[in-house]
């Protein structure tokens, strides 16, 4: 975060990337901006000067209000957080908005937690916007999928024991049309899992099926770089024990594999570890 920036002067034009599509207009733009883990420290410049100067700000519940508070006092804030049970016409509600909001003449800013693009539907938010002619960019967010590790003193990817990382949503476990190849998955060296707190259990039983062995090493870590952090250590046997035990919750971090010893190793030596 860096307070007190020179702001942003309005644009005659969007930036030059493949993720923009049409060239800018009177009737307003939208920037998709990855708001990171949760502090705002960790947001890039762009992001937070698009904040100082934008007229609306449409968040979800991923968004800390120190984050919020980085834009103008003269700002529409509109919170669109999704119940459970209707997601999908949550997000149809979000793109009719946003759309709205920019012919509208509005610099809108929609803040999403982690990357724009990695497991947050911003994609299908770019789609939307492109196809109602709505000029737009995207900013990138530091994912959670990475931060969060970090924050554990986790190394997702080491020499001697990880050449490779896998991110998954954890939504899809247990539905009968799953796009995951849990065959594939279970020889990945280490994986990361998002949004998988209620099916901890159900990711565990789908690799212990396919050969992972029970001891294998996992790690739930929750609310990285919210304050108030946890961390639940387990191996693929006890996860869902010790998830439930420990009652965690949303939001959430699921990594598997030998890399999660790294966290006693490091704990005792970086500064501020959950």
Same mark, same amino acid.
């Given at each position: ?78 919170? #669109? ?8 016409? +949550? ?103 998002? #949004? ?11 690799? #212990? ?23 639940? #250590? ?26 999660? +010893? ?13």
């Amino acid at each position: 975060m860096i307070p007190g920036g020179a702001p942003v002067k309005p644009d005659s034009g969007c930036y030059d990337s493949p993720l923009t599509p049409h060239r800018a207009s009177p009737s307003g733009r939208v920037s998709l901006v990855g708001a990171g883990p949760g502090d705002p420290d960790l947001l890039t410049v762009r992001a937070a000067e698009l904040l100082r100067n934008a007229e609306v700000v449409v968040y979800d519940r991923l968004i800390q209000e120190r984050v919020l508070t980085l834009a103008s006092l003269s700002a529409e804030r509109i919170y #669109m957080g999704k119940a459970a049970g209707r997601h999908d016409s +949550r997000q149809e509600e979000i793109n009719a908005l946003l759309v709205r909001k920019a012919l509208e003449g509005k610099r809108v800013v929609r803040l999403k937690g982690g990357d724009p693009f990695l497991l947050g539907r911003g994609g299908e938010e770019a789609e939307y916007l492109a196809e109602h002619g709505v000029p737009f960019e995207v900013v990138p967010g530091i994912s959670s999928a990475l931060a969060a590790p970090l924050r554990a003193g986790i190394a997702v990817t080491h020499r001697e024991l990880a050449s490779s990382v896998t991110i998954v949503t954890g939504h899809e476990c247990g539905r009968e049309k799953s796009r995951l190849d849990w065959e594939a998955l279970s020889r990945m060296e280490t994986l990361v899992f998002l #949004m998988a707190v209620h099916n901890a259990g159900c990711i565990a039983d789908h690799l #212990m099926a396919r050969g992972r062995s029970p001891s294998t090493p996992a790690a739930m870590i929750q609310q990285a770089f919210w304050g108030g952090e946890r961390v639940v #250590m387990a191996t693929l046997g006890t996860l869902a024990e010790e998830v439930q035990r420990a009652g965690i919750q949303p939001p959430a971090t699921l990594v598997i594999g030998e890399v999660v +010893r790294l966290r006693e190793k490091l704990r005792g030596f970086l500064e501020g570890l959950p």
